[in-house]
C-alpha cells in the first residue's frame, strides 16, 4: 500500500502508522486467537467483564480494549480492508506512540 487515499478515500497506511501498541496488539490477537473475527474478540472480553470463560487475559483495561476494537474495527469497515494485512505478529514495532492509559499500567 501507497501511503495515498484509495477510491473511497482511506488513507489506510497512514491510519496504521498512527496506531499505538495496544491497538496494533489487538489488531494481532484478532488475526492469531480469533480467526479475524473482531466480533468474537469482543464475546470473549465481555465475557471475561461478566466473570464467564475466556480465551486470554489481557493486559490492558477490558473497557479500553473494547474502545480500540470499536474503533479499529468501524475504519475496517469503513475503508473495506483487513488491518491484519497490514500488521502481522513478526512487524509488530514495540516502539509505537503511547496511548494515555499505558502509563498507568
Known sequence: MTGTP???GFDVQRF???LTSKERMLVVLKHELYQG???AMV???QAR???GPYVFKLAN???DDL???ERLSGFETQAGVDLSDF???ENLNPDRPKDEHESHE
Do not use: K, N
Request: glycine share 4%; aromatic share 4%; net charge negative.
Open 6 to 8: 484509495d477510491e473511497a
Open 67 to 69: 474502545e480500540r476494537i
Open 43 to 45: 464475546d470473549d472480553l
Open 87 to 89: 500488521i502481522t505478529l
Open 16 to 18: 496504521v502508522d498512527r
Open 61 to 63: 483495561r477490558i473497557e
Open 49 to 51: 467483564l461478566a466473570g
Open 37 to 39: 473475527s473482531w466480533q
